[in-house]
C-alpha cells in the first residue's frame, strides 16, 4: 500500500539555521503531497501542499517541491525561528482510489534554539 | 471563519466505559474524517463520513463507530474502552476532498 517515510529526528538547530526535513513516498498513481505542522498541545495545521509533478508549494517561509522521478517531498527553510520549534508531518492523499484518507509519515520534531 | 471544532478538549474514562466524541466542521464542508493520533503509533485514519453517509473506515474493530448529522457535525463513538485507546483523536473536514483542515483534537486517558 501507499507510505510516506519521514527522516528520522529530533533535529536541532539554531535559530536562522538553513532547515531540510526529508519526506519520500511510494505510491501508486499520483498522490497530493502536503506538510503538515502540530505545535505542543494542538491539533494539525496545513502548511503547504502540491498537487502534481514539479509543483512548489510554500506558506510562511517553508517550501517544498513535489518531485516525481525522486518520489521526494522535502520540506525546506531558509532561517528557522524560536516559534517553528514543533512537530512536522508529511502526508499523501490517495485522490485517485478516493478513499479520503491521508497517509502521513512518522512526523519530524524541530527544535530551534536561540 | 471558524475552524474545526471538537469537544471535549480531554476526558478521562475507565476501561469498559464509553465515549462519545464531537466534531464541527468548518462551515459548508460536507466532509468529516476522524484520526487517532497513539503515542508511538502516528497517525492513523479512523473514518470518513460524507453527506451523512460513512465512506470508508480504517483498520479499527467496530467499536469504534460514528455518525454524521444532517448539520454535517459528527460524533465517534468508542465501545468498551481499553487502555490502548489512549489517544488524541483528531477530526478534519474538507470541502473538496483534497485539503483537510484539522481541528484541536480531543485528548482521551483511559485508566
Known amino acids: 500500500g501507499d507510505s510516506v517515510t519521514q527522516m528520522e529526528g529530533p533535529v536541532t538547530l539554531s535559530e536562522e539555521a538553513f532547515l531540510t526535513i526529508n519526506c519520500t513516498y511510494t505510491a501508486t498513481g499520483y498522490p497530493s503531497l502536503f506538510w503538515y505542522v502540530q505545535y505542543p498541545g494542538e491539533g494539525l495545521q496545513l502548511l503547504l501542499k502540491a498537487t502534481k509533478a514539479d509543483d512548489k508549494g510554500s506558506n510562511k517561509g517553508f517550501e517544498a517541491t513535489y518531485r516525481k522521478e525522486t518520489t521526494s517531498f522535502h520540506l525546506e527553510k531558509g532561517s528557522v525561528q524560536v516559534s517553528d520549534s514543533a512537530v512536522y508531518f508529511c502526508?499523501?492523499?490517495?485522490?485517485?482510489?478516493?478513499?479520503?484518507?491521508?497517509?502521513f509519515g512518522q512526523g519530524t520534531t524541530l527544535q530551534v534554539k536561540p | 471563519e471558524a475552524g474545526v471544532t471538537q469537544s471535549p478538549t480531554h476526558l478521562i474514562k475507565t476501561r469498559g466505559q464509553q465515549v462519545t466524541l464531537r466534531c464541527s466542521p468548518i462551515?459548508?464542508?460536507?466532509?468529516v474524517y476522524w484520526y487517532q493520533q497513539a503515542l508511538g503509533l502516528g497517525l492513523q485514519f479512523l473514518l470518513w463520513?460524507?453527506?451523512?453517509?460513512?465512506?470508508n473506515r480504517g483498520n479499527f474493530p467496530p467499536r469504534f463507530s460514528g455518525r454524521q448529522f444532517p448539520n454535517y457535525s459528527s460524533e465517534l463513538n468508542v465501545n468498551a474502552l481499553e487502555l490502548e485507546d489512549s489517544a488524541l483523536y483528531l477530526c478534519?473536514?474538507?470541502?473538496?476532498?483534497?485539503?483537510?483542515?484539522f481541528g484541536p483534537g480531543t485528548r482521551l486517558t483511559v485508566l
Open positions: 463520513y460524507d453527506e451523512g453517509e460513512e465512506r
Open positions: 502526508a499523501l492523499s490517495e485522490v485517485q482510489s478516493n478513499t479520503g484518507k491521508l497517509i
Open positions: 462551515s459548508g464542508h460536507t466532509s
Open positions: 478534519a473536514s474538507s470541502l473538496s476532498g483534497f485539503e483537510q483542515f
